[in-house]
């Protein structure tokens, strides 16, 4: 600490020098190596001119140094709301590398997150994977112009325990407390507060004369027992290697590595000042590595007396045999294991003893079972028995030949013959006997049927059968019948049906319309629409209004077959066919337009003046409405989340739903998280309750990788807005909306996708939290940026977006301001008037279609008078 306390001290006195002084040849103070990382603030309250101040002072000062990688190394950090490492303390090793480094730094211009600076330099600047040396001192200068946002003192405090030299130096609007938590003590050493930034490098002068002093050990040991070494201004005493410093701070122990077990010898320690060597106990030799220890192996004197193995054991050997066999009474030679001699039960008929083992064998004609231990006899017949006609019967060694119930076997034993049961006597069959499988039957001659005795025959009825081939009688005869027809009708050239006599053949002038033929006579009928007259023949037409007008609203017509009504002057037949109504409704009924009334066929609607949207009474006017969305977000899902941040996140989700009016035609969610992939966790069509979406919501899993919110976001274009997943047509102009929930910067590039989200017409809300990058959340949000734009540093404070967030069309009530066409604009206008002029044609065609009725009507009523 002294000595990185000294060497600090030194560049600034130096650099104060350089500033305040003519300057020499030489340096006036030269100190050893050091680690040495400028951490300087890139917050938005420092100006451009301010920051080119603070950058010439890294690089002043760097000019001064003994720069490399055995000497001085120097690393550059510059935070605001995240924390950007410039270049680390392995990266370069001359001082102009450093330089052109620094020339190029963009300030970071976001907030001033120190904490969170101090804690990336104690965990990764310093850090040996970066370049920081174990025995050098490591030295933070801390230059900043404004009050933390995040807490400090806790971070410093363990960045100080760690071994961190911290110097805070704030200029201007710098709080003194908070420089104060950083710097190491004493504070007078390490807080320096200057009123503007072209005044750092005056900080310096103070610590000139008291780090460049006399080398106070030139003129005595001051009692150290080895070594003493000097500091501006005062002495220390060292030992030598292998020594350690007693508490007088003067006199040196030696160091007993054995002792305090801080050796990794396998069996004997041996110490020495610092140091030790290892040994070995009896009948052990010490390795090639001097540390660890390995039994002599007596087996490797030669072995030619053991037949299999040799086994090295502690002052000795002792011989094995291979796996299956045994070793004899020699203890040298080795048999092969009998495993039958054990017993061989499990074998149905021989063992066969083989190495490590044994198999079963079974006896001619057998064959050796799946279970390796049982025999089956061969079944012959499994082989295929073509050559038997009927059975195969398989026995030892071959098989036999059998034929089924009611057949003998030939003599060529193999094919058979079915008995033939006539041939002993038919004589109780009245026509024939025939053979069947073991038996008889008796059969009749054509035309006759077998009677209830099975032997004799009757010649059949086919009248009997039915005679639905005959329309009217039926006459049997032998093998077939005849067909005859009731008086009145006459049989068909078919000789089967009949048909009725027709007597309007015969002449029917004497009835007006139509004869209709009956048995044995006829009578006149009327034509639909029409009734008979009393004279039985002439015919009037129906009068269907004289039962009364059938509900017509104001007159009916009688027509052939029917009616229709017909209104007065001034009035419009509905689609009913009945009822009248005036043919402008807005003139004729208290229609309740705050603005406008609009009459259409038999209804009329409101309308509102252009810029004002039609409320859901159907009646007043209002400058907006809470709009339909459809609504999709992409909520990070990488490792640095944490997992009980993404609760939270998940928390902020449901929030957000909580404000929308979610149901199928009306607000649509969907939900996407991302990592180093991309899950849609459900799609805009699945979910059409808050209820549904909030519970899909908590059941999430945390992915747990890396950040690619450039892949997300070509998800989101390509597939979350599509009709598949449940987006609604663009013609519907139902807005799109997307939100991107981000913890940290993203590995791969958004502004492409960032871009064609916006040009599909989707617009961009971005919500950043932590170690999130302002410039990739204003990428993605839309215009205007101060209402889609949302950053917090702590991921409790996120519930406080959610209520600020309203994702509707209206600017008064939403920080979020969504594009939503006018329902009475020109578009919505011209569907309401293709509607309209549809269902006036199909009116039209109604009329026209009565009209010609009511002419034919007329028309028949003059030819008959």
Not at 753 to 773: H, L, S
């Amino acid at each position: 600490m002294i000595r990185a306390l000294v060497y600090v001290g030194v560049l600034i006195a130096i650099m104060a020098a350089t500033e305040g002084r003519p300057k020499s040849a030489e340096p006036k103070c030269k100190s050893g190596p050091v680690d040495l990382v400028f951490i300087i603030d890139g917050s938005r309250s420092v100006r451009p001119h301010e920051f080119e101040t603070m950058r010439k002072f890294m690089i002043d000062i760097i000019h001064e140094l003994d720069i490399g990688l055995e000497a001085t190394r120097v690393g550059v950090v510059q935070y605001s709301s995240q924390v950007q490492n410039v270049f680390s303390l392995k990266a370069f090793s001359k001082p102009e590398q450093m330089v052109k480094a620094i020339n190029e730094i963009i300030p970071l211009a976001q907030g001033t997150m120190t904490g969170l600076a101090i804690r990336y330099a104690m965990n990764v600047a310093f850090s040996a994977e970066e370049g920081a040396r174990p025995n050098v001192p490591h030295v933070a200068v801390i230059v900043t112009d404004g009050r933390p946002q995040d807490r400090v003192a806790e971070v410093a405090a363990a960045a100080r325990e760690s071994g961190i030299e911290i110097y805070a130096v704030g200029v201007a609007r710098a709080d003194m407390t908070s420089l104060r938590a950083m710097a190491s003590p004493p504070f007078e050493d390490h807080v320096f507060l200057v009123e503007r930034f072209d005044l750092i490098h005056q900080f310096g002068l103070q610590f000139q004369d008291k780090l460049c002093g006399m080398d106070l050990c030139l003129e005595s040991d001051h009692g150290c027992q080895h070594i003493c070494e000097s500091s501006p201004g005062s002495y220390h005493c060292l030992c030598l290697p292998g020594y350690t410093l007693n508490e007088d701070g003067k006199t040196c122990t030696p160091i007993d590595l054995c002792a305090e077990g801080k050796h990794d010898c396998d069996q004997i320690c041996i110490a020495s000042p610092g140091s030790f060597t290892c040994d070995c106990n009896t009948r052990y030799t010490l390795n090639d590595d001097k540390r660890t220890c390995t039994m002599i192996d007596y087996c490797s004197f030669g072995n030619d007396s053991c037949e299999h193995q040799c086994v090295s054991v502690l002052s000795g050997f002792k011989c094995h045999c291979n796996e299956g066999y045994s070793l004899n009474d020699d203890l040298k030679t080795c048999t092969m294991i009998d495993y039958c001699s054990f017993g061989n039960d499990s074998c149905e008929h021989e063992c066969v003893s083989v190495l490590q083992s044994f198999y079963c064998r079974c006896h001619e004609g057998y064959t050796l079972n799946e279970d390796e231990t049982t025999c089956t006899m061969i079944d012959y017949c499994s082989f295929g028995n073509d050559s038997c006609e009927h059975e195969c019967v398989s026995v030892l060694n071959g098989f036999n030949c059998r034929c089924k119930d009611g057949y003998s076997l030939n003599a060529d034993m193999k094919t058979c013959t079915m008995i033939d049961y006539c041939s002993f006597g038919n004589d109780g069959c009245e026509h024939e006997c025939v053979s069947v499988l073991k038996g008889f039957h008796c059969a009749c001659n054509d035309g006759y049927s077998l009677n209830d005795d099975k032997k004799t025959c009757t010649m059949i009825d086919y009248c009997a059968f039915g005679n639905d081939s005959c329309e009217h009688q039926c006459v049997s005869v032998l093998k077939g019948f005849h067909c005859f027809c009731n008086d009145g009708y006459s049989l068909n050239d078919d000789k089967k049906t009949c048909t009725m006599i027709d007597y309007c053949s015969f002449g029917n002038d004497s009835c007006e319309h139509e004869c209709v033929s009956v048995l044995k006579g006829f009578h006149c009928r009327c034509k639909d629409g029409y009734t008979i007259n009393d004279d039985k023949k002439t015919c009037t037409m129906i009068d269907y209004c004289s039962f009364g007008n059938h509900s017509c609203d104001h007159h009916c017509v009688s027509v052939l077959n029917g009616f229709y009504c017909r209104c007065n002057e001034g009035y419009t037949l509905q689609e009913n066919g009945k009822t009248c109504q005036s043919d402008n409704l807005c003139n004729t009924v208290e229609h309740g337009c705050e603005y406008q009334c609009v009459s259409t066929p038999g209804s009329y609607h409101c309308i509102c003046p252009e810029g004002h949207v039609l409320q859901d009474d159907g009646k007043s006017c209002g400058t907006c409405r809470s709009s339909n969305i459809d609504l999709v977000l992409l909520i990070d899902g990488s490792k640095s989340v944490r997992p009980q941040n993404f609760e939270l996140v998940k928390q902020f989700v449901n929030q957000v739903v909580d404000q929308l009016d979610v149901s199928p035609k009306g607000t649509r969610v969907g939900l996407v998280q991302y990592s180093s992939r991309v899950r849609t966790e459900f799609p805009l069509s699945m979910y059409q309750t808050k209820e549904e979406i909030k519970k899909a919501v908590m059941n999430v899993e945390y992915m747990e990788k890396g950040t690619m919110t450039g892949l997300a976001l070509k998800h989101m274009v390509e597939n979350s807005f599509s009709e598949a997943d449940g987006a609604r047509p663009a013609e519907k102009n139902i807005p799109r909306v997307g939100l991107v929930f981000t913890d940290g910067r993203s590995q791969d590039d958004i502004q492409e996708w960032a871009k064609k989200a916006k040009e599909a017409g989707i617009t961009m809300y971005a919500v950043g939290v932590g170690k999130a990058v302002e410039d990739e959340l204003r990428e993605i949000a839309s215009e205007p940026m101060e209402k889609h734009f949302f950053y917090t540093a702590d991921f409790t404070a996120i519930s406080q977006i959610a209520e600020n967030l309203k994702l509707n069309v209206c600017a008064a009530e939403s920080q979020g301001e969504i594009e939503v066409k006018d329902p009475c604009a020109c578009e919505s206008l011209v569907e309401f008037q293709q509607v309209t002029m549809s269902t006036l044609d199909q009116l039209n065609q109604k009329l026209s279609a009565m009209t010609k009725r009511l002419e034919v009507l007329e028309s028949q009523l003059l030819t008959r008078k």
